[in-house]
């Protein structure tokens, strides 16, 4: 019996239609799919239970080891099986696909990564807000809002980012948004800052909260935004109010 196949797959945000092709057929052939819940429900109710396994958060608030999973990939493929790793997003934005590809080449599994549609743009875009803007901002960098918890100190210099310009999207990072909004105003960036978050972005319950980066705190609790959520951080953000009266009605509050 021959080995099978490891699809990296990207689920996009949320909504079904921002699919791709090659993500929809690869799950419909897959032999199995393991998922967490971050592609959302409206993806994974379409994936049969038969074929399915969850591999995020257990009961009592466990979570799957990374090595679990990948022990597990292996595994099935090393079992014949054609296997789907589906991820939110695209797979190697903050979604682990790095160290699974590392490895699957390690341990002699065949694989393929198949890209998504990032939140990371995603979420800004259905928002109005253009990641980038010639009269604005000519650079954009992600960064994480929730690194590893092994880590001495962050790997993320706010400083830096706070000197460099350009838009700043911070994703998972709902609740430590006080943590690195002062850490932004005490490296020098303006208080006056336009900043916007996105919470559910293309899907049911999407809701938007803007202010700047002495505000959004306030307006993150006012509007009751919770995980999955991103902080769009720039002068971009300040765009949405000029064009959010032509946006396709969506759930949103803005303070």
């Known amino acids: 019996m021959s080995d099978g196949t490891v699809y990296l797959v990207g689920s996009g945000p949320g909504d079904p239609e921002l699919l791709t092709l090659k993500a929809r057929r690869l799950i419909d052939e897959a032999d199995v799919v393991l998922h967490d819940k971050l592609p959302g429900p409206d993806i994974l109710a379409e994936i049969p239970d038969d074929k399915r396994e969850d591999v995020g958060k ?93 880590k001495e100190e962050s790997a993320v210099d706010w400083a830096a980012l706070a000197a460099g310009g350009g838009t700043i999207v911070v994703l998972m990072g709902v609740t430590r948004l006080p943590e690195y909004t002062a850490a932004l105003v005490e490296a020098g960036m303006d208080p006056e800052t336009p900043v916007a978050m996105v919470e559910r972005a293309t899907r049911e319950g999407q809701q938007i909260a803007t202010g700047t980066l002495a505000t959004i705190v306030d307006a993150r609790d006012g509007a009751g935004i919770e995980p999955p959520a991103l902080t769009i951080i720039g002068d971009v953000a300040g765009t949405r109010e000029r064009v959010v009266d032509f946006l396709a009605p969506t759930e949103t509050t803005d303070d």
């Open 58 to 150: 257990r009961a009592h608030g466990e979570v799957t080891s990374q090595q679990y999973i990948n022990e597990r990939l292996a595994e099935l493929a090393h079992e014949g099986k054609d296997v789907v790793r589906l991820k939110g997003g695209d797979p190697t934005v903050f979604g682990r696909g790095g160290e699974e590809m590392l490895y699957l080449a390690e341990h002699g599994v065949t694989f393929e990564v198949v890209p998504g549609v990032t939140s990371a743009i995603a979420g800004p875009e259905v928002a109005g807000i253009p990641i980038t803007h010639r009269d604005h901002a000519s650079s954009v960098t992600f960064v994480t809002g929730h690194e590893d918890p092994d």
